[in-house]
């Protein structure tokens, strides 16, 4: 624990240093997150998410991101998603008055360490992103650009009751995602955003979890010497469906 806290001191002190003598837009938001998974068998699911990402004041424009993907458990605590992602990028500087869709595949490995109470999930997150370009500030063109990025994620548990994460109970949340551009599109940006997440999680039963707090979210504009900082309020929920019983061994006596 105290390492991983010494790594998120880390990275918002760096942060900070990379922000002097910047050209940094601030921002405040709020974001929901519904993240419905079903396990269907043994070795597969369905992974879904639905993001709303409101900016303030409420009468600006907000951003929606939807997820599908096919998930195969290698077992219960780590698995292989591939998917497809549809974001409506949000009007901004260079297109005020038009969303930018966004089109993208994904592929993640996820997997979950255990330490006595404690709950440590990582990810890798691959995605192949088609963004449509622009004409003017009110028109599409007909083409899109494509940037690979890679995503690493570290969300940490520490239960604050001695039942441990369990219904009923609080944990304190704590979490970094770190993505990286690359591709041949890509010229100043090829680090692209940092996000560090500090919260609350609430253990709603077995399998879903309740997740609030805040999030800095530290971002390089394509441009190179532009930056985007946000600070965001965020509420998540996990939901895990079983619609599959696995099967209790019963050994003969």
Request: hydrophobic share 35%; no cysteine; net charge positive.
């Given at each position: 624990?105290?390492?991983?806290?010494?790594f998120?001191?880390?990275?918002?002190?760096?942060?900070?240093?990379?922000?002097?003598?910047?050209?940094?837009?601030?921002?405040?938001?709020a974001?929901?997150?519904?993240?419905?998974?079903?396990?269907?068998?043994?070795?597969?699911?369905?992974?879904?998410?639905?993001?709303?990402?409101?900016?303030?004041?409420?009468?600006?424009?907000s951003?929606?991101?939807?997820?599908?993907g096919?998930?195969?458990?290698?077992?219960?605590?780590?698995?292989?998603?591939?998917?497809?992602?549809?974001?409506?990028?949000?009007?901004?500087?260079?297109?005020?008055?038009?969303?930018?869709?966004?089109?993208?595949?994904w592929?993640?490995?996820?997997?979950?360490?255990?330490?006595?109470?404690?709950?440590?999930?990582q990810?890798?997150?691959l995605?192949?992103?088609?963004?449509?370009?622009?004409?003017?500030?009110?028109?599409?063109?007909?083409?899109?650009?494509?940037?690979?990025?890679?995503?690493?994620?570290?969300?940490?548990?520490?239960?604050?009751?001695?039942?441990?994460?369990?219904?009923?109970?609080?944990?304190?949340?704590?979490?970094?995602?770190?993505?990286?551009?690359?591709?041949?599109?890509?010229?100043?940006?090829?680090?692209?955003?940092?996000?560090?997440f500090?919260?609350?999680?609430?253990?709603?039963?077995?399998?879903?979890?309740?997740?609030?707090?805040?999030?800095?979210?530290?971002?390089?504009?394509?441009?190179?010497?532009?930056y985007?900082?946000?600070?965001?309020?965020?509420?998540?929920?996990?939901?895990?469906?079983?619609?599959?019983?696995?099967?209790k061994?019963?050994?003969?006596?």
């Open positions: 624990m105290k390492r991983f806290l010494s998120i001191i880390f990275l918002l002190t760096v942060s900070s240093g990379f922000a002097q003598n910047k050209q940094i837009t601030y921002s405040d938001q974001w929901l997150g519904y993240y419905p998974q079903i396990r269907l068998a043994k070795h597969w699911g369905i992974w879904t998410d639905y993001e709303l990402q409101q900016k303030f004041p409420v009468v600006d424009n951003q929606l991101t939807f997820r599908i096919g998930t195969y458990y290698i077992n219960n605590d780590t698995k292989l998603t591939a998917g497809y992602t549809y974001i409506d990028v949000a009007p901004a500087a260079g297109h005020q008055h038009i969303y930018q869709p966004e089109n993208a595949g592929q993640q490995l996820q997997w979950y360490t255990y330490y006595k109470k404690k709950k440590l999930m990810w890798i997150r995605e192949e992103r088609f963004k449509r370009n622009i004409l003017d500030d009110y028109t599409l063109a007909n083409n899109s650009t494509f940037t690979w990025r890679a995503r690493y994620d570290i969300f940490y548990q520490l239960p604050l009751s001695k039942k441990g994460i369990v219904p009923g109970q609080f944990s304190a949340a704590i979490g970094d995602e770190l993505y990286i551009n690359f591709g041949e599109n890509i010229v100043n940006n090829y680090f692209d955003q940092n996000r560090i500090l919260g609350l999680s609430y253990q709603v039963n077995k399998h879903d979890n309740l997740v609030f707090g805040y999030m800095n979210e530290f971002q390089q504009q394509p441009s190179g010497n532009q985007k900082e946000l600070n965001v309020w965020r509420v998540s929920y996990f939901q895990t469906v079983y619609l599959w019983k696995e099967k061994v019963v050994t003969p006596e």
